[in-house]
């Protein structure tokens, strides 16, 4: 939101300094469409940031008595069948 409301203000401000009034107003369109994209993306982001968030914090919990295997990439079964280990 910071980024979409400097580049909204600065916008204007450069294009006036270049090319005077009509730049002013060039930029103001500009840095108004620029302004909102970024904060609508920043905001995209964060909210599928945290669907995520929550998303694996409903997994993590519900995944009592496992650990998370890095190579699997998923949660696995934490104990060891002796007798299954010893016939392989």
């Known amino acids: 939101a910071a980024a979409g409301a400097a ?7 450069v294009m006036a300094k270049e ?8 930029g ?5 469409v620029a302004g909102f994209a970024l904060g609508f ?3 995209a982001a964060g ?4 669907t995520r968030g929550t998303i694996n914090t409903f997994d993590a919990c ?3 008595g496992k650990v998370w295997d890095q190579e699997r990439g998923s ?8 007798a299954d280990f010893e016939r392989r």
């Open 62 to 64: 519900s995944s009592a």
């Open 41 to 43: 993306g920043g905001t």
């Open 28 to 32: 103001l369109v500009s840095g108004g």
């Open 19 to 26: 090319k005077g009034v009509a730049g002013f107003f060039v």
């Open 47 to 50: 909210v599928a940031q945290a």
């Open 75 to 82: 949660w696995v079964d934490d104990h060891c069948n002796l």
């Open 7 to 13: 580049t909204a203000v600065a916008t204007p401000v």
